[in-house]
């Protein structure tokens, strides 16, 4: 039996990559902001729409660098729903998590919940785009706008997903997408910001490269490194000429799964969203034991059985992290918090064979129908 892993990174041919890393061997710029980092700027700038496009060397260095020039204090609302980064981040910007629940269907922040958790402290919402879903945007934007909010959203899983025709890195003051290998565009590890305000541009060279001015003698801020080299650049290039493809290619994967696991009494499967170009970038399915007859662990164990890893994602929520206990004043968020015990996402990648799926399909299905 072939062993099936949760995902797979996309790769150009090692040919298309050689070519593309050749002039680094007569230039011998490998790092700080070099032509390669500069193309790839500008390309992703074009293909996500943005107004304008920061890169990191990763997605997290990524979000904390937008946090920290966007100024913020006291208190930012998020939800728990989401992998450590995000809430890591604002954490480590000093600021205060208040945790909102999330949409049972969607998985995003609840923006119904979001108004009764502003205070006088509140600075920001950081929302999370999960699986390729997106949050309310037009309604985040009005919250925001009435009680004078900043808008950083955590788009790591939304590469390339359009919203009413717009790239969806518009919305907001600022996004965080991340390159990590597992996603569907990488860099190797890598990561952006696209911000709607362009003075913000000079800062986030800044908060990339120690808090230094061009010159190297000025240092008007505190920061750390967090610059993409230009192997890493190399490899985004190559992989933004296939993106298109790869989409497509998940896309397929998915409608399989849905045509197999969609409408099964007991299993909630991921549903597209109206009006949303999407990227596939997750297949996230919650299991009813009560009505399905199997829990998520139990599918999970049954899969790992076969050589299939699918991944509790996200499990644990952030708000039970150990790191956070007696830290703040965590906020309970029962949907976010039942999701967490029924979600697994099933392996997808652009090149998992329907047969597999199928596979996948027969084992999760096996001896629920009681
Ligand atoms: C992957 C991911 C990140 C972190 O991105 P890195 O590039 O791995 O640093 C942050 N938030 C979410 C929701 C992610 O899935």
């Known amino acids: 039996m072939n062993k099936i892993n949760v995902t797979r990174s996309s790769m150009p041919s090692f040919e298309e990559y050689m070519e593309e890393i050749r002039e680094l061997w007569e230039s011998r710029w490998l790092t700080n902001m070099g032509v390669k ?46 992998f450590a980064s995000t809430t890591q981040a604002i954490v480590r910007n000093g600021l205060t998590p208040v945790f909102c629940d999330i949409d049972p269907d969607t998985f995003t922040i609840d923006v119904n919940k979001i108004e009764e958790l502003i205070t006088d402290k509140t600075s920001a919402i950081i929302p999370v785009h999960v699986y390729g879903n997106v949050c309310d945007v037009y309604k985040i934007e009005e919250i925001a706008k009435k009680h004078d909010l900043k808008v950083i959203y955590d788009a790591a899983h939304v ?31 890598g ?16 908060q990339k490269n120690f808090g230094m001015l061009p010159g190297g003698e000025i240092f008007p801020e505190v920061a750390g490194n967090a610059k993409m080299n230009e192997f890493q650049a190399a490899m985004g290039l190559c992989n933004l000429r296939h993106v298109d493809g790869e989409i497509e290619k998940r896309k397929a994967v998915v409608m399989r799964y849905i045509e197999r696991l969609g409408g099964v009494p007991g299993i909630k499967t991921w549903q597209p969203q109206a009006g949303v170009k999407h990227n596939y970038a997750y297949f996230p399915v919650l299991f009813d034991k009560e009505v399905f007859g199997k829990s998520r662990d ?47 996402t099933l392996p997808l990648y652009a090149d998992l064979a329907l047969d597999d799926v199928d596979r996948i399909c027969d084992i999760v299905l096996s001896g629920a129908e009681k």
């Open 37 to 82: 980092h500069n193309e790839l700027q500008d390309r992703l700038c074009e293909y996500l729409s943005a107004p304008n496009v920061s890169l990191f060397t990763n997605g997290h260095l990524a979000l904390e660098a937008a946090i920290a020039v966007m100024g913020l204090t006291g208190e930012v609302i998020t939800t728990p729903f989401t």
């Open 159 to 189: 590469f390339g997903v359009r919203v009413g025709g717009r790239g969806i890195g518009s919305f907001g003051d600022a996004s965080m997408f991340s390159f990590h290998a597992t996603k569907v565009f990488n860099t190797i590890e």
């Open 191 to 206: 990561g952006c910001v696209t911000y709607a305000d362009e003075s913000l541009t000079e800062r986030l060279k800044i």
């Open 298 to 344: 139990e599918v999970a164990a049954e899969l790992k059985d076969e050589g299939i890893l699918a991944r509790k994602y996200f499990y644990p929520i952030t708000n039970t992290f150990d790191c956070y206990k007696g830290r703040f004043e965590l906020q309970e968020t029962p949907i976010a918090l039942k999701a967490s015990k029924e979600v697994l």
